[in-house]
């Protein structure tokens, strides 16, 4: 089995949470599994096309992924990810957070976060959902993480592996 975690990261939290997950994966697989946690500058999309399972990470920046994860999605060719498992998650602000500006919470229930758009596009390109869309808190838009979030990314991890 291989699989990939590929992330964006602004401030180092989405890149602890992808090694969290990589570990989780890792954890969960057969002992000759391969698991790559790789920066999406890093990526190349036929190596991600390659794997049996693909994870996709990025902050939630304007209610979006970030652009290089974008374009990653969007340069993989049609059905290029047929018969990979995959699965998606981001960073975003805690609920309390987003409801202690008041105008957030509108807008985030207008445009959601960045995972939603991720999976839909790993769809997209044929990819077969092992688990639904994830969020991990961080405390503001800087992080640190919130307490508890690297745990729960790593037995995310292990539950997309045991869906596989």
């Not at 992808?18 to 994966?25: H, I, K, Q």
């Not at 920046?61 to 059905?79: D, S």
Request: no cysteine; hydrophobic share 45%.
């Amino acid at each position: 089995m291989k699989a990939m975690v590929i992330y964006d990261s602004q401030y180092g939290n989405t890149a602890r949470i992808a090694e969290a997950v990589g570990r989780g994966l890792a954890d969960g697989a057969p002992a000759h599994a391969e698991v790559q946690v790789v920066h999406v500058v890093a990526a190349r999309a036929q190596d991600s096309a390659g794997s049996d399972i693909l994870v996709v990470g990025s902050p939630t920046q304007k209610f979006r992924p970030t652009a290089p994860i974008k374009q990653l999605l969007k340069g993989l060719p049609k059905n290029a990810l047929r018969g990979v498992k995959v699965a998606a998650f981001d960073t975003r602000l805690t609920e309390e957070e987003i409801n202690s500006h008041g105008v957030l919470t509108k807008f985030v229930d207008v445009f959601g976060y960045a995972a939603q758009p991720i999976a839909d596009g790993l769809a997209k390109k044929g990819g077969q959902e092992a688990a639904p869309p994830a969020g991990f808190y961080v405390a503001n838009s800087e992080g640190p993480l919130v307490d508890g979030e690297w745990e729960r990314a790593e037995a995310w991890g292990r539950q997309i592996v045991a869906q596989v």
